[in-house]
């Protein structure tokens, strides 16, 4: 596709449940990233995949929250046990490489309610 | 260690009037600069990046930004507003090679009076 898509848009999920969020990147693009958007806040870096290199998992939050990425393709994020402050939107972006000159393409986020 | 400060959580400014939006940033080494632009619902969007070339930068939809290493600045700015600016403005900061991590300020939210 043209750009990063994510799915689902939207989830309601019920305190204690596990959710999966899906990120498809831009094809080509080595560099993957998870961020968490809480309501009228900044992005909050999660974890970054590059190839096949072992994840940078430094923003994971806690252990209820893990991500996979399948080398250069499809990246999924696992919240297990949601708590109410998981609520948030969780934005997924790609660049091109790792460099830091490359620009982010960011999806349109998924966005998540935990009751 | 870098970082970023975006003063002003919220600014406001009539149509057809200057935006300027802040932006500090803290490095150790050279960056690259980014403005990225969040229409509501939406994902974000880049508006214009800095990597070292020209200090002024132009962007799409008329927004400019001038790097200015003396003040660790990259504020943005538009000479006129227009309604369909409304949106959250994020500054972010990279370093150079070998520094993937991309630091994002807590964002401006641009309001455009009629």
């Known amino acids: 596709g043209a750009g990063v898509s994510q799915s689902p848009s939207n989830k309601v999920t019920e305190k204690g449940k596990d959710v999966e969020l899906r990120c498809d990147p831009i094809?080509?693009?080595?560099?993957l990233y998870w961020y968490r958007q809480r309501l009228g806040q900044g992005l909050e870096f999660l974890i970054y995949f590059q190839g096949n290199s072992a994840p940078d998992k430094s923003g994971l939050p806690s252990d209820r929250f893990s991500a996979e990425r399948t080398g250069e393709s499809v990246s999924t994020l696992t919240i297990q046990r949601t708590q109410q402050e998981d609520s948030a939107v969780y934005l997924c972006?790609?660049?091109?490489?790792?460099?830091?000159?490359?620009?982010?393409?960011f999806g349109p986020g998924t966005r998540l309610t935990v009751l | 260690a870098q970082s970023v400060t975006q003063l002003g959580s919220h600014v406001s400014v009539s149509e057809g009037a200057l935006v300027l939006l802040r932006c500090n940033y803290s490095?150790?080494?050279?960056?690259?600069l980014f403005w990225y632009v969040q229409y509501p619902n939406q994902g974000l969007q880049l508006l214009l990046k800095y990597t070292s070339a020209a200090t002024l930068v132009k962007g799409i939809n008329g927004f400019e930004a001038e790097f200015k290493k003396s003040e660790t600045s990259f504020h943005l700015t538009k000479p006129s507003a227009h309604m369909s600016d409304a949106a959250e403005y994020f500054c972010?900061?990279?370093?150079?090679?070998?520094?993937?991590?991309?630091?994002f300020g807590t964002g401006t939210r641009l309001k455009v009076l009629a």
């Open positions: 972010a900061v990279s370093g150079a090679s070998g520094t993937y991590k991309y630091i």
């Open positions: 094809s080509g693009h080595t560099a």
């Open positions: 490095s150790s080494v050279p960056p690259y």
């Open positions: 972006a790609s660049s091109l490489d790792p460099s830091g000159y490359n620009e982010q393409f």
